[in-house]
């Protein structure tokens, strides 16, 4: 599913007009990464959590020049699902 198959639905199911359902959605995106960014935690009950993971330092082969890097330790986004959430996909039938 895509953005625009999200703001369809979305659109259908409410009435909205679409181009006001896709600044929201464009809006909803923007904030979730800004507060990932900012290193602030984005916690939606019943449906998961944007978090932010810490990769620690590792060391790493470049294979086509033979040498040894290292990659520093650094931030990425995850999403973690709520429980809930899990249990609905799991039980879901397709």
Partial sequence: MTKADIVNEISKSTGLDK????????KFMTVVKESLSSGEN?????????IIKTRSEKTARNIS?????II????????KPAKVFMEDV?????
């Fill in 19 to 26: 181009a006001m359902v896709l600044e929201t959605v464009e």
């Fill in 42 to 50: 984005v916690y939606l009950r019943g449906f998961g959590s944007f």
């Fill in 65 to 69: 020049k033979n040498t040894t890097i």
């Fill in 72 to 79: 520093p330790e650094h931030n990425i986004p995850a999403f």
């Fill in 90 to 94: 799991k039980n879901a039938k397709n």
